[in-house]
């Protein structure tokens, strides 16, 4: 089984959050016509493409936060 | 560097983003209606013969017959074969879409604090293949009935945004009748979180464009074969950063090499380093 390199498991995990998120922001608002108060979602799908880079890249810097002070603490 | 370096630095390719605005986007639409006349189709030429999406969509959809004869799935076999010789040159120079989202996010004078910019080149490369992969399932699932609804590649379409805000501008009526809340999410992704509050403002470019994805695997792919790509030279470079915080589509990884599944050929890095450790050519 091939083994990740932690670039390539970050890689993979955007890809696989993406590829996991797109239909669902395609699909629900397909067919809510005109009105965005007229679906349950009530507009939320306008956030769905920035919530998901907003996690990715929050996600990262947490990583990048946390190593810094494990460094510092380290010294 | 200031905003009037860079203009003057990349002064060509800005150039040629405002005449690919001209050469794509109605009334002008100069090539679509050069096509139009060739062929003799009588309809107003628009962004929308040359569509970058529904091509892509009816591949993955079962409806490849669609493909034979449409000026559309034409013009992008030649985008996507151009990219495999000379980088996606189209994506850089000409595309209006990404021209107006680069436009809007370089004149909004917001702190880059304000603005993402994704730093991994990996990341940003899994998103990207990422949301393709659902751009793909939406088209199989609408293209197969799987699920009973409509196609929403038409419902996400930049082109169409632009092109009904400059009928707009052009005082067409018919572009009143055109926004509905799909058009509106596109404007929302396209010009304010993936222009303003993105560095370089080709986030849609990066996220969204089923076009710009094919571009750059076919550059990928050209790229392994020695053909045209941006090269890096780490002997010149003094680690100054200009090039990481120039580039609009974060193509520039920590070490400073060009991720061809990223990089728009646009220049930007060649023309803001001060040591010349970018060049654009063949290896």
Redesign the interface.
């Known amino acids: 089984m091939p083994v990740l390199r932690g ?2 498991r ?14 669902l ?3 629900i ?8 108060g007229g ?1 349950p979602v009530a ?1 939320g ?2 956030a769905v ?2 919530l ?3 996690m ?2 929050l996600r ?1 810097r947490l990583q990048e936060i946390g190593s810094r002070i494990l460094d510092v603490v380290r010294q | 560097m200031t905003a009037i370096e860079t203009i003057r630095k990349n002064r060509w390719r800005y150039l040629s983003l405002v005449l690919g605005f001209f050469l794509f986007v109605g009334p002008f639409a100069i090539i679509a209606r050069m096509i139009n006349t060739a062929t003799g189709n009588m309809a107003s030429p628009t962004l929308h013969t040359l569509c970058y999406r529904m091509p892509v969509d009816w591949l993955f959809g079962g409806r490849w017959y669609a493909l034979i004869g449409s000026v559309a799935a034409a013009f992008i076999i030649g985008v996507i074969i151009l990219a495999f010789f000379m980088g996606p040159v189209f994506c850089g120079w000409l595309c209006p879409v990404g021209s107006v989202s680069e436009g809007v996010s370089r004149a909004t004078p917001l702190p880059d604090r304000f603005r ?1 910019r ?1 730093r ?1 080149p ?10 393709f ?3 793909i ?2 088209s199989v ?1 609408v293209g197969y009935k799987i ?1 009973s ?2 196609s ?1 590649c038409c ?2 379409c930049t082109s169409s945004v632009l092109q009904n805000m400059a009928d707009g501008l052009t005082g067409q009526m018919s572009a009143v009748a055109y926004w ?3 058009s ?2 596109t404007l ?2 396209w010009l304010v ?2 222009g303003i ?2 560095s370089g403002g080709r ?1 849609w470019c990066l ?2 464009c089923p076009l710009g994805v094919l571009s750059n695997l076919s550059h990928t792919a050209g790229k392994k074969l020695g053909l045209y790509r941006m090269s890096y030279n780490a002997d010149k470079c003094l680690d100054c950063t200009h090039c990481q915080v120039t580039c609009p589509t974060w193509a520039i990884a920590p070490d400073k090499s060009v991720d061809s599944h990223l990089c728009i050929t646009c220049q930007e890095c060649t023309n803001s380093c001060p040591q010349g450790s970018y060049e654009y050519g063949r290896s």
């Open positions: 670039k390539e970050r890689g993979l995990w955007a890809f696989v959050i993406a590829g996991a998120t797109t239909p922001a395609l699909v608002p397909a067919s809510c016509g005109a009105a965005c679906c507009g799908c306008f493409p920035a998901v880079v907003g990715v890249a990262f | 993402l994704i991994d990996q990341v940003t490369k899994g998103l990207r293949y990422g949301f992969a659902g751009f399932a939406v699932i699920a609804i409509s929403v419902r996400y509905h809340s799909g509106l999410v929302f992704s979180i993936g509050f993105m986030g996220f969204f």
